[in-house]
């Protein structure tokens, strides 16, 4: 240690931990099956959105007057303010890929088992989350888009029974979508949620860590638990170049194709087809087959299922087998909620 | 807490004053009293502050939709309104769209174009004799009656009133 780093290791102690951080044993099957490497990678994707997230901020103005301008003037006019937002717009999409596919792994590879339930937990709240940037990120722009998925989005809480008017008029800040609900968003989108999803991250990391790796599935895996590599720089370069791959082509696709940008919000347009991002056409859709009456139960009953499937998840399924092959209730039903939305997006799109 | 075995200083460093130590409850419930109350406090206020003025009762006002001259008699006609209004600490002008219909000239229905289902405005679709939400294919008759679709009530009817030769909505 040179003694620029002696002299501060000795005021703050950070050697130790930060040592016991990097060398921390990987089991070989880990570092060996890329897969492993979705956790990473959607941190990744979090710090990517959170720097051009604070470049954006410098440029947004958060009114109904200006917003849309502001994000106009960002994509068209700023130098690189294209890349910026493009990053943004579509590295958005590639979180909500990324935690998808990372609680896929983690489903299939049953790492939600015992001791392991508060870190499932966390990631489910880590997807709520995600989502929640989403739905409170794309009305920032104040275009169609952002405006009449969140005036259908809001109407979706306002659907619940007794207290559903109550709530959408606390997410719009009023009976109306206006300037409230803009900066109520706003300041949703770029405070509470990245502190508390931070931190959520944080809870996550130090359970993974206080568990270590879920245990092998498969017989190859096995043989290589006995194993380990140390986490810098063996699990951190495989980390490194998958998220230097992510940044190529979020950059590819913000060159090739400008993130889109509406025209300015209408309340009063009528042609305007309102549709909100890919990843809640599915359930958009949904809201079609309930009517009148059942309306809560598409609004209501449904996120709660899901959800609270996901929540009770590792209470039901308790056993000691964790190949998806040896357990057909689990797998079957993971299939069927792919399939289901894979099929309610299709029929939206 | 306070049940928790200490672990032993070194003995370089001294020992736990073992007087002290019986307070020790004490101290641990007067933190968790002060700290609760504080919480109480702060998250009653905080949520007071968060939920401001959204939950103030809506005020009703009169918006002209034009002249009663100008709207043809027997066709439902689509009227946008704008009027000055107070958006949080923002003067503007609040606008939408409403759809007027008259059999006789003389007495007119007047339907909010908002679907009651999710906030979608409705189309009048001429052919069809209904009005369409572009969202989840909903229809409505001419007076507003759900035919088809998810929303779960008829579309909003307004007061009217003619002044000075002007149909006046209440919305």
């Known amino acids: 240690m040179s003694k620029v780093g002696q002299w501060i290791d000795k005021r703050t102690g950070i050697s130790g931990p930060v040592r016991s951080f990097l060398n921390y044993p990987v089991p070989k099957y880990v570092h060996n099956n890329l897969l492993y490497t979705l956790g990473g990678l959607t941190a990744i994707s979090f710090g990517l959105q959170v720097i051009t997230g604070i470049?954006?901020?410098?440029?947004?103005?958060?009114?109904?007057?200006?917003?849309?301008?502001?994000?106009?003037?960002?994509?068209?006019?700023?130098?690189?303010?294209?890349?910026?937002?493009?990053?943004?717009?579509?590295?958005?999409?590639?979180?909500?890929?990324?935690?998808?596919?990372?609680?896929?792994?983690?489903?299939f590879f049953s790492a939600y088992k015992k001791p392991r339930e508060i870190n499932w937990l966390t990631g489910v709240l880590l997807l709520f989350l995600t989502l929640a940037f989403g739905f409170t990120g794309y009305l920032l722009p104040w275009d169609q888009k952002g405006y009449w998925a969140t005036r259908v989005g809001t109407s979706i809480a306002g659907s619940v029974p007794l207290i559903g008017a109550t709530i959408a008029n606390i997410m719009r800040g009023g009976a109306e979508l206006g300037q409230s609900t803009l900066t109520r968003f706003f300041a949703t989108h770029v405070m509470l949620l990245p502190a508390t999803l931070a931190l959520l991250i944080g809870v996550h990391i130090f359970q993974l860590r206080y568990h270590g790796m879920a245990p092998a599935i498969t017989e190859k895996a096995k043989a290589q638990s006995k194993s380990f590599v140390p986490f810098f720089p063996y699990w951190v370069v495989n980390d490194a170049i998958a998220g230097l791959g992510l940044l190529a082509l979020l950059v590819y696709i913000s060159a090739t194709q400008r993130a889109p940008l509406e025209f300015p919000a209408d309340p009063t347009s009528s042609n305007f087809i309102p549709r909100p991002e890919w990843y809640f056409l599915f359930y958009y859709q949904i809201l079609k087959y309930f009517p009148g009456g059942l309306e809560p139960v598409a609004t209501v009953l449904i996120p709660l299922f899901i959800f609270g499937s996901m929540i009770l998840l590792p209470f039901i399924d308790r056993g000691e087998e964790r190949r998806p092959w040896k357990k057909p209730v689990t797998t079957i039903a993971a299939i069927f909620y792919i399939v289901v939305i894979i099929i309610f997006t299709v029929l939206a799109g | 807490m306070s049940d928790t075995q200490l672990p032993a200083l070194p003995l370089e460093k001294g020992a736990w004053d073992e007087k002290e130590l019986s307070r020790r409850k004490f101290l641990e419930i007067t933190f968790w009293a002060v700290s609760g109350?504080?919480?109480?406090?702060?998250?009653?206020?905080?949520?007071?502050?968060?939920?401001?003025?959204?939950?103030?009762?809506?005020?009703?006002?009169?918006?002209?939709?034009?002249?009663?001259?100008?709207?043809?008699?027997?066709?439902?006609?689509?009227?946008?309104?704008?009027?000055?209004?107070?958006?949080?600490?923002?003067?503007?002008?609040?606008?939408?769209?409403?759809?007027?219909?008259?059999?006789?000239?003389?007495?007119?229905t007047v339907l909010d174009?908002?679907?009651?289902?999710?906030?979608?405005?409705?189309?009048?679709?001429?052919?069809?004799?209904?009005?369409?939400?572009?969202?989840?294919?909903?229809?409505?008759?001419?007076?507003?009656?759900?035919?088809?679709?998810?929303?779960?009530?008829?579309?909003?009817?307004?007061?009217?009133?003619?002044e000075n030769g002007v149909l006046m909505a209440q919305i």
């Open chain 1, 55 to 107: 470049m954006l901020t410098f440029y947004f103005d958060p009114s109904t007057e200006g917003a849309y301008n502001s994000v106009d003037y960002i994509t068209y006019t700023l130098p690189l303010g294209w890349l910026v937002r493009g990053l943004h717009h579509y590295g958005a999409s590639a979180m909500v890929i990324l935690v998808a596919l990372h609680m896929l792994r983690t489903y």
């Open chain 2, 37 to 108: 109350i504080t919480a109480v406090g702060l998250l009653g206020t905080g949520a007071r502050f968060l939920v401001g003025n959204s939950l103030e009762p809506t005020t009703s006002s009169w918006v002209e939709l034009g002249k009663v001259a100008e709207l043809p008699k027997g066709t439902v006609n689509r009227v946008n309104y704008a009027m000055k209004a107070k958006d949080a600490w923002r003067e503007v002008t609040q606008r939408g769209a409403l759809y007027a219909f008259s059999a006789d000239g003389a007495n007119y």
């Open chain 2, 113 to 162: 174009g908002t679907c009651t289902h999710l906030g979608c405005i409705v189309q009048w679709d001429s052919a069809e004799n209904q009005f369409r939400c572009p969202c989840h294919s909903a229809r409505f008759t001419r007076e507003g009656v759900v035919v088809d679709g998810p929303p779960p009530k008829p579309l909003r009817s307004l007061q009217t009133k003619v």
